[in-house]
C-alpha cells in the first residue's frame, strides 16, 4: 500500500521546540506507511482533504465540520485535561486597560481565518456582546501560530490576541496563559466551550483504510513509546471516538459569527441536512 498522506497544521508546531522532531516518529507509533507534511493554512488543509492529495488532517473544527459536510469523515477527537472541548481567552498585556467596545480603535493579532481558538472563537464573543471587529478594531492581522501573537501583544504592536484554553473560569485560564505565553499576559474574556481538534479522513480515503488508521490513533495512548508522542506533540491524553456528525452544528454557529465569510448554498443545505437526520 502507498504512504497515505497526512496534514499537520504548522501553527502548533511553532510553539513546540520538539514537534517536528516528533513527527518523524509518528508513522512507527501508528504502524502504518505515513507521509507527513506541515499546512501552512488550514484552508490549504481543506483544499487538500477535499482534492485527495492528502488523505488525512490534524485539523480543527471549522476545517473538519466543512469535511465533513463533503463526505469526510472525523476518526478521532483529542480529549485534554480529561475533556472533549476547549475555550478561546481574549488576551491583553497585563495591565494595558485594554477594553471590548464599540470605537475602542483596538489591534488585534490573530492566528488564522481558520483558527477557532485563534480568531473564530473570537468573534462569537464579541457577537455575544453586541459588537462586531470592525465597530471594535482599528486593525486584525494574522499572525500564523499563537507564539507570534503573543509576542505582538507583549511588544505593543498589538492590543489583543487569544489562545486556547481548556478551563472554564477566568481564574483557571490565567494559569493556562502563563504556562503557554509567560506572565506578561491577562484574560481578558473567556469564550463558550467548543469541540477539541481531531484527526479527519479526506472523502476520498477507502474504508479498509479508514478504519486501520483509526483503529491505529484511537489505540495510541495504549502503546508506551507511542505516549509521548500524545503528550508532547498533540498535549493530548488519548484520542477517543466522536459521534457521527456532531461537529456540523458547530460549523453553523462559527460560521454564523465570522465576519464576511459563507458557505456555498449547496455546502450549508448539506450540512443542515445532516445535522437533521444525524
Not at 33 to 54: I, K, Q
Not at 135 to 160: C, K, P, Q, T
Request: proline content about 5%; aromatic content about 6%.
Amino acid at each position: 500500500m502507498n504512504a497515505l498522506q497526512l496534514l499537520v497544521p504548522a501553527s502548533p508546531l511553532a510553539a513546540r521546540p520538539d514537534a517536528r522532531a516528533l513527527l518523524t516518529e509518528l508513522p512507527a507509533a501508528l504502524g502504518m506507511a505515513l507521509n507527513v507534511r506541515e499546512s501552512a493554512r488550514y484552508d490549504d488543509m481543506e483544499r487538500e482533504l477535499l482534492a485527495g492529495t492528502a488523505h488525512l488532517g490534524w485539523a480543527p473544527p471549522l476545517v473538519y465540520a466543512r469535511v465533513e459536510a463533503y463526505g469526510g469523515r472525523l476518526l478521532a477527537r483529542a480529549i485534554r485535561n480529561g475533556s472533549a472541548a476547549y475555550r478561546s481567552a481574549l488576551l491583553l498585556r497585563r495591565g494595558s486597560g485594554v477594553e471590548l467596545r464599540a470605537g475602542a480603535g483596538l489591534r488585534a493579532a490573530w492566528v488564522d481565518r481558520e483558527s477557532v481558538a485563534g480568531f473564530v472563537l473570537p468573534q462569537v464573543v464579541l457577537r455575544d456582546r453586541g459588537l462586531r471587529g470592525w465597530e471594535v478594531f482599528a486593525e486584525e492581522r494574522f499572525v500564523g501560530s499563537y507564539r507570534a501573537a503573543f509576542d505582538a501583544v507583549m511588544d505593543g504592536s498589538a492590543d489583543l490576541c487569544s489562545a486556547p484554553v481548556h478551563a472554564g473560569t477566568v481564574a483557571a485560564a490565567r494559569r493556562e496563559v502563563e504556562l503557554q505565553a509567560g506572565p506578561g499576559l491577562d484574560v481578558l474574556a473567556l469564550s463558550g466551550a467548543c469541540a477539541n481538534d481531531g484527526i479527519v479522513a479526506g472523502p476520498r480515503l477507502g474504508e479498509a483504510q479508514l478504519e486501520s488508521v483509526r483503529r491505529a490513533v484511537l489505540g495510541l495512548h495504549h502503546v508506551t513509546r507511542a505516549r509521548r508522542l500524545l503528550e508532547r506533540l498533540f498535549e493530548a491524553e488519548r484520542f477517543e471516538l466522536a459521534p457521527e456528525a456532531s461537529y456540523r452544528e458547530i460549523y453553523a454557529l462559527l460560521l454564523a459569527a465570522l465576519p464576511g465569510r459563507a458557505p456555498t448554498a449547496r455546502g450549508l443545505q448539506r450540512v443542515f441536512r445532516s445535522a437533521r437526520s444525524g
